[in-house]
């Protein structure tokens, strides 16, 4: 199968050319300032450069000709300041919609989105945790305008928090595992909000699943929650480390005060995508992340 990827350079992204390299033909479209390894090249018969226009992207399309778009690519920030509004913007909104309309001028009919569980916060299910979920939001009704009006049809996956192999984002994860290393004061909340994360081979697992149904979803456009489904405190987690690494972390809790819209309880009322389900437990992941 053809497949044209954005966000070909991140996390997910990688993993995922890296598992599907040898059984698809896959193309990435990165920016000019992408930092595009070897190993990305690889894996990918074909680079495309988005230059911040529409025709960058439709070019893509009439010279890749893919059958599905997986669309990874965004800018993420918790808290954003002003100077981040266009890039947020640009990266969630832009681009994605130059995906739809590239789609639609080209009759390519399938797309894997990418969504976030920070879409819904607290009660009102329609709220945003951020001004990073409420762009992603939006792009979520734009592609209902494309599948409403039938020129595609759609799948967006809503990812919790991720880890796995590899990852070297600045994130939670490896915050902790370089604390147990360099035992200096790590200061955190007081713990008690609730982590809900899933090993990147499941997320994988995620997009094939989707990818081999996606012509047989009901909806032309359908949304799924992609949870661990083993949810625990952050102090728990902590807990689960040191125990596994048979060490102590040096953590002063509660020496900082939570976010504003901290999530303390993640989104429950999500669609589970039929046909998966995580395999690695969080015991068995979080022993394959640690040294």
Known sequence: MRILITGATGFIGSNLLKAWSKTHELGIIVRPSSNISDEIASHSSEQFVYDGGFDSINNAFKSF??????HLASYYVYEHNQEEIDTLIESN???????????????????????????????????AVNLYAATKQAFGDLCKYYCDAGFIRAVTLKLFDSYGDGDERKKLLNLLKTNLQTQEELRLSAGEQIIDIVHVSDLISAYQVVLENI????????EFGLSGQQRCTLKELVELIEKIAEKKTNIKWGARPYRDREVMNPWESYEQLPGWKPKISLNEGIKRFLP
Do not use: C, R, W
């Open 65 to 70: 000709e893919p059958e599905v778009v997986i």
């Open 215 to 222: 012509s047989s979803y009901k909806e032309n456009y359908q």
């Open 93 to 127: 909104i832009k681009v994605g919609t130059y995906l739809l309309e590239g789609m639609k001028a080209n009759g390519v009919k399938y797309l894997i989105n990418t969504g976030t569980s920070f879409e819904h916060f607290g009660a009102d299910e329609n709220a």
